[in-house]
């Protein structure tokens, strides 16, 4: 493949890359030539995250759980859509999904094991756990809602400010 300068990402530029796109990572601009001409499959992988702007090394790869210095972009991610939850049971479905794909929920379908969900709020950057599930008329806000605390949320709030701690929207994604 022929190496394109256009096509790649430092720390300066990281916040231009959409998580999941797909290319080569390195740590230095010689070994990512080298890895882009020869195509080599070892440097190539998905994007999984974009690290905090003070890192040196900003983009980890899902594939080996690293974090590079430079990414070179072959295949751009297509955005996804998301919706707000509707009900509680969907949105602790979704959320052992999630974690699930990383290995953290164990399955067990006893109500006793739901899980702790985390989200942070997107103005404020604070994070907080979610305290209570309610849902209809019989929640203390009437309305299929989220507690933090003593504070409440409806669905459509927690999806327009708040995110999960990886960054993804508190919402269902729409196919």
Not at 37 to 42: C, G, I, K, R, V
């Amino acid at each position: 493949m022929l190496f394109d300068k256009s096509k790649v990402f430092t720390a300066l530029n990281a916040d231009e890359l959409k998580v999941g796109s797909k290319g080569y990572f390195t740590d230095n601009i010689e070994s990512l030539e080298s890895v882009v001409q020869s195509e080599d499959y070892l440097a190539f992988g998905e994007l999984e995250k974009i690290q905090k702007p003070n890192m040196s090394c900003r983009f980890r790869m899902k594939e080996s759980n690293t974090s590079f210095n430079l990414f070179y972009l072959v295949e751009e991610s297509e955005e996804k859509k998301f919706r707000p939850y509707s009900n509680p049971e969907e949105m602790i479905e979704d959320f052992k999904k999630r974690y699930n794909a990383y290995g953290g929920w164990s399955g067990k379908d006893n109500p006793m094991y739901n899980p702790m969900i985390w989200i942070k709020s997107k103005t404020t950057g604070f994070r907080h756990l979610v305290t209570d599930y309610g849902c209809g008329d019989g929640s203390p806000c009437n309305k299929s809602c989220i507690w933090i605390g003593s504070f409440s949320l409806v669905f459509k709030e927690l999806f327009d400010k708040y995110t999960y701690l990886d960054g993804t929207p508190c919402g269902i994604e729409e196919e």
